[in-house]
């Protein structure tokens, strides 16, 4: 089946940087949609970053993030430049595909990487 795995996750002080990838697997016919959300404790889920042809960011990570995509390796990444407190949070990728077993595109989710800025 379709699996996604990330990585990159971890503690950094603030002003720092990490990089988060995320890559899918699978019987995998086709990608739309790959994408960054975040969730810290007690607040809901929240877009950070998507990319297509084109990509979109909240106003919260814009000229701090950078998400980038590799199609040969089915892969999403997200820089991550300048990190504040505020951005402590799980993140999780999202991807929107079609298998080889459908004949519509539905949404993947990553397990989640904790990302923690404090000094």
């Known amino acids: 089946q379709v699996q996604l795995v990330e990585s990159g996750g971890g503690l950094v002080q603030p002003g720092g940087s990490l990089r988060l990838s995320c890559a899918a697997s699978g019987p995998i016919f086709s990608i739309n949609v790959m994408g960054w959300y975040r969730q810290a404790p007690g607040k809901e889920r929240e877009l950070v970053a998507t990319?297509?042809?084109?990509?979109n960011y909240a106003d919260s990570v814009k000229g701090r993030f950078t998400i980038s995509r590799d199609n040969a390796k089915n892969t999403v990444y997200l820089q991550m430049n300048s990190l504040k407190p505020e951005d402590t949070a799980v993140y999780y990728c999202?991807?929107?595909?079609?298998?080889?077993?459908?004949?519509?595109?539905?949404?993947?989710w990553g397990q989640g990487t904790q990302v923690t800025v404090s000094s």
């Open positions: 990319i297509t042809t084109g990509t």
């Open positions: 999202n991807v929107r595909l079609r298998s080889h077993y459908s004949n519509n595109y539905r949404d993947y």
